[in-house]
């Protein structure tokens, strides 16, 4: 797994920013973590962390894992045994449970209809984590390194139209749509949305009826 070091650097050697005088250089360190912060949310949306938990012996309640963040993490499924138990939309006014294959959320904690048998597992899913220090690694595949500089590439090109566009001569109308700066942002985020379709599509069985 790539660092966070790692992931700077190779957005610096993207962007031709990796001048030896850190004092030159076009974009700083905390800069370029927010690029990736905004990068590992997008691709987290197309491409969530998969995790599970596991439980054993069972209870009748379970803990939601420590990494889940509210509003950005689900849980997919959760099987008790070799049975999938099926979650309980709690509506006002109705009574829960208490018997029957069924889970639902209590404050943060999972709760059962009845005490599970069996071991439990939790598949969830959410938000890739930022790395913590400059040696923690990115939890997403290697093959997908480069959506992230892509991402990051683009917010710095971003960053550097607007810039030049306060700098740079303005015409009259008011509008700055001449700037090769921002025609890059552009690019990259085409470039960035196209990789991400392809990554879909090729990750999509399609089943054919044969004639």
Do not use: C
């Amino acid at each position: 797994m790539t660092t966070l070091a790692e992931m700077r650097a190779k957005v610096r050697n993207f962007i031709r920013d990796t001048n030896l005088d850190e004092t030159r250089r076009k974009v700083t360190d905390e800069e370029l973590d927010d690029y990736l912060g905004y990068a590992l949310s997008d691709y987290s949306l197309h491409f969530p962390r998969q995790s599970l938990l596991e439980v054993d012996p069972p209870t009748a309640t379970v803990s939601a894992p420590s990494d889940m963040v509210p509003g950005e993490n689900s849980v997919d499924l959760v099987q008790v045994g070799v049975d999938i138990w099926t979650p309980w939309k709690v509506q006002e006014g109705e009574s829960l449970p208490t018997s029957g294959k069924y889970w639902y959320w209590r404050g943060g904690d999972i709760a059962f209809a009845s005490t599970p048998a069996s071991a439990i597992s939790v598949w969830y899913r959410g938000t890739h984590p930022f790395p913590a220090g400059v040696d923690d690694a990115f939890t997403i595949p290697t093959a997908d390194e480069e959506l992230l500089v892509l991402y990051a590439a683009a917010k710095f090109h971003q960053k550097m139209g607007t810039v030049a566009a306060k700098l740079d001569r303005f015409k009259e109308r008011g509008e700055r749509d001449d700037s090769p700066l921002v025609l890059m942002h552009d690019l990259l985020m085409r470039e960035y949305n196209a990789k991400i379709a392809d990554r879909l599509h090729r990750g999509t069985v399609r089943v054919r009826r044969i004639p």
